[in-house]
C-alpha cells in the first residue's frame, strides 16, 4: 500500500510536466506492478485531473488585503485573490478593506529556465488584477492590523522591518529563501512546542499549534507556505513511516493546492524529504546542502557557495531575528537593538549571496550522472564529498550548449536573440528586450552559464530592443557594443550585416539586418524593420534568401510582406511578441505566412524559441517541451 501510494504521488506530481508521461507511467505500472487498491490508485489520479481544472475564481466587488509586496498589494475575498499594483504601498496595512470597481484579466508568460508564470498565479489564488484608480481603501481593524503597523512600535524603520519578517510583505531580497520556505511558522511551532515543555501533553500540543495556524491562515488567506508547513506537521504527527509521511505531504497538498507543488516552498523540503529516503549518504550536512544547490540552481539559476555552505548559521541568526523582532512588536524598548540586528544581518546576507557565485541550470545529463556516480560510489568512505565536488563543478559545465544555439528569448513585446557557439566559446545578444523583462533576460543568460557577452547588438533605439541594455553592462562583462552593425565570422557561424541606404522618417526603418550562417542554414532578423525598408531590402539584395525569418515588428501588418516573403522564402518564421494592445500579430501577417506555407511561432504562445544546430539534424525547442525538426 505505502509503496501504491508514493508511485501515485510521484504521477501526479509528473502530471503537472507532462501529462502524456505520467499516463504512460501510470498504465505500466498498473498493468505490471502488483499494486493493492489499483482502482483507487487510478480514481484518485482522475480526481486530481479534475481538481488541476477546476476555478475557484469568482467576481470580486471587495476584499481585504493580506499581502503587501513592493509595488503591489493582494486583496482576498473567499478563494479568489486579486493582485493591484500600487503607487504608495506604506498606506495600505494588512486587514484594510479595498473596494473594487473593476478588475482585468492577468497577463501570464513563461520560459524554460524561468518559472511559469500561470502557475504561479494559481498557486497564490490569483483571478485577476486591478488598478490602483479602479479602487478604495477603507482602513481597517483587530489585531493583525495594529501588528501590521508595528504593534505599540512607532518607528516606521521597524514597521517596514515587521511586515518583511513577519507578514512577509514588502520583502527584503536577502531573507526572500528564508520567507518562502515559511522558516516564520516552523520557528512558532517551536516556540509552541517550548510552552508545552511542562506539560508534556502531546495532543493538547498538537490542537493547539493547529489552531494558532487555523487563525493565522485566515487573517493571511492561507499562504502556500503556511499551508505546507501545516500539512507537514500533520503527517510528522499520523505517521512513524517516513515513506508514508512523503507520500501524505505529496498527495494531500496537491489537492490543496495543486500549482503549489512546483513552487520553491514545497519542492525543497519535499527535496529533503526524497533525498534521505532513497539516496542517503553518511554526511547529512553535505546532503542538505547538495539538496539546496540543485533545488535552488533550479530555481534561482545562480547561488553563493559561500552562502550556501554557511546556511545552517544563517538559518539560526534568521530564527534569532524573528524572535527578536516578534519581542519589539511589544517591547519598543527593544527597537534599537532590533534595528541593529537586522540590519547586520541583513548585510551579512547580501555579502555572503555575492562571493563565489555558481551559476547554471540542472540538465537531465546532470541527473543521469549524478545516478551514475551514486551506483558506482555507494557506500563509499568519500562519497559524500565527491557527490558535492560533482555538483560545483557539474552544474555550470553541463549547463553549457553542446552546439550552436539560437533563442528567441521571451522577453514579452520586445526582441532579444541569443546567438551561441557550442560552449559558449562566443556569445552575441541581439537587442535587450523592455525594461519590464529585464528578470526573464537576466534569468536566461545565469541558466546559460554566460558571464560575458562577446557582441552585444543593438538593432535601433527602442525601448523594447534596447531597454536592457544599461542593466546589462553593470551585471555582465560586454566586450563589443555595437550599434551601427558588423560582420562577425566565427569557427561554426558567420553573422553578416546587410546595411540598407533608407531615407525615411520612421525610427523602425533605422534598424539594423543581419543574416546568419550556420551550419547549412540561413537565418534573417529584420528587427522592425517596415514594408518600406523591405521594398529597399528586395532592391538591394535580389539574391537573399533565409530558412528562417524573424519577422519585423512583432507581427505588425507594417512588416512582412508579400514581396519580402517572396524574395526570402522563408519554411519557418519567429515572432518575438508579448501581451499587447497593439493587436500583434496581426491576423492579416499570419494569415499571409499561411498562404505562403510558412510555420510560424511566438514568444507569447510557446515561449523561448531555442533553435538546435547539431551535426545530425536540427531542430526547435518550444515550450512546453515541444521539439520540432527542420
Not at 255 to 279: D, M, N
Not at 604 to 619: H, Y
Request: charged fraction near 15%; include cysteine.
Amino acid at each position: 500500500m505505502i509503496n501504491g501510494l508514493l508511485f501515485l504521488s510521484f504521477c501526479i506530481y509528473l502530471s503537472l510536466f507532462s501529462y502524456p508521461l505520467s499516463i504512460c507511467l501510470l498504465l505500466f505500472f498498473i498493468l505490471f506492478k502488483s499494486f493493492k487498491y489499483k482502482p483507487v490508485i487510478i480514481l484518485v489520479f482522475i480526481l486530481f485531473q479534475f481538481r488541476l481544472n477546476f476555478n475557484p475564481c469568482e467576481p470580486i466587488e471587495k476584499g481585504r488585503v493580506i499581502e503587501i509586496n513592493n509595488q503591489s498589494i493582494l486583496v482576498n475575498h473567499r478563494l479568489t485573490n486579486v493582485l493591484i499594483n500600487v503607487n504608495d504601498v506604506e498606506q495600505y496595512a494588512l486587514q484594510d478593506e479595498v473596494i473594487i470597481y473593476s478588475t482585468q484579466e492577468l497577463e501570464t508568460s513563461f520560459h524554460r529556465y524561468g518559472f511559469n508564470q500561470s502557475y504561479y498565479y494559481q498557486s497564490r489564488g490569483i483571478c485577476y488584477k486591478a488598478l490602483e484608480s479602479d479602487t478604495f481603501r477603507i482602513e481597517g481593524k483587530g489585531f493583525f492590523h495594529w501588528l501590521s503597523q508595528g504593534g505599540f512600535n512607532d518607528n516606521p524603520q521597524f514597521k517596514t522591518l515587521s511586515r518583511s519578517l513577519l507578514f512577509q510583505s514588502t520583502p527584503d531580497k536577502s531573507f526572500e529563501l528564508f520567507l518562502s520556505l515559511g522558516l516564520i511558522y516552523s520557528s512558532l511551532i517551536k516556540a509552541i512546542e517550548l510552552c508545552f515543555l511542562k506539560v508534556k501533553n502531546r495532543k493538547l500540543e498538537s490542537i493547539c499549534i493547529l489552531f494558532v495556524f487555523i487563525i493565522i491562515g485566515y487573517y493571511l488567506g492561507y499562504p502556500l507556505s503556511l499551508v505546507r508547513v501545516c500539512v507537514f506537521y500533520l503527517s510528522t504527527m499520523l505517521f512513524q513511516d517516513r515513506m508514508l509521511r512523503l507520500s501524505f505531504n505529496i498527495l494531500i497538498f496537491s489537492f490543496i493546492s495543486p500549482y503549489g507543488l512546483t513552487q520553491l516552498a514545497f519542492v525543497l523540503p519535499i527535496a529533503f524529504q526524497f533525498f534521505t529516503l532513497f539516496l542517503p549518504m553518511k554526511s547529512k550536512y553535505i546532503q542538505r546542502l547538495i539538496i539546496l544547490i540543485i533545488v535552488l540552481t533550479q530555481y534561482n539559476q545562480s547561488n553563493s557557495i559561500l552562502y550556501l555552505l554557511s546556511f545552517p548559521i544563517l538559518n539560526i541568526l534568521y530564527r534569532c531575528a524573528l524572535y527578536l523582532t516578534t519581542l519589539t512588536l511589544f517591547i519598543p524598548l527593544l527597537t534599537e537593538w532590533c534595528l541593529v540586528f537586522t540590519d547586520t544581518l541583513n548585510s551579512l546576507f547580501i555579502f555572503m549571496q555575492s562571493l563565489f557565485v555558481l551559476k547554471g541550470h540542472i540538465s537531465v545529463m546532470f541527473i543521469l550522472i549524478f545516478l551514475i556516480v551514486y551506483q558506482l560510489l555507494y557506500n563509499k568512505k568519500y562519497q559524500s564529498y565527491i557527490y558535492l565536488m560533482y555538483t560545483f563543478i557539474a552544474i555550470p559545465l553541463l549547463s553549457l550548449p553542446l552546439f550552436p544555439t539560437v533563442t528567441l528569448i521571451n522577453v514579452g513585446q520586445g526582441d532579444s536573440i541569443l546567438i551561441q557557439q557550442a560552449f559558449n566559446q562566443s556569445v552575441i545578444l541581439l537587442d535587450t528586450g523592455s525594461p519590464y523583462q529585464w528578470n526573464a533576460l537576466n534569468t536566461y543568460l545565469k541558466a546559460q552559464s554566460i558571464y560575458k557577452i562577446d557582441y552585444l547588438l543593438i538593432s535601433h533605439d527602442d525601448s523594447d530592443h534596447s531597454g536592457n541594455l544599461d542593466k546589462l553592462l553593470e551585471e555582465y562583462r560586454v566586450d563589443n557594443l555595437i550599434y551601427k552593425g558588423k560582420d562577425i565570422n566565427l569557427q561554426s557561424m558567420t553573422l553578416n550585416h546587410l546595411p540598407l541606404e533608407l531615407f525615411s522618417d520612421e525610427d523602425n526603418d533605422l534598424s539594423q539586418i543581419y543574416h546568419l550562417s550556420i551550419h547549412n542554414k540561413e537565418l534573417l532578423f529584420m528587427g522592425d524593420l517596415s514594408t518600406f525598408g523591405e521594398m529597399k531590402l528586395k532592391h538591394t539584395y535580389p539574391f537573399l534568401r533565409a530558412d528562417i525569418l524573424k519577422i519585423g515588428h512583432h507581427g505588425s501588418n507594417t512588416s512582412t510582406s508579400d514581396e519580402l516573403l517572396q524574395l526570402i522564402q522563408p519554411r519557418i518564421a519567429l515572432i518575438g511578441v508579448g501581451k499587447n494592445h497593439y493587436g500583434h500579430p496581426s491576423d492579416e501577417v499570419l494569415n499571409r505566412l499561411d498562404d505562403y506555407y510558412v510555420t510560424h511561432f511566438n514568444t507569447m504562445d510557446d515561449g523561448d524559441i531555442q533553435l538546435v544546430f547539431t551535426p545530425f539534424f536540427d531542430f526547435i525547442w518550444i515550450q512546453p517541451n515541444r521539439i520540432v525538426l527542420f
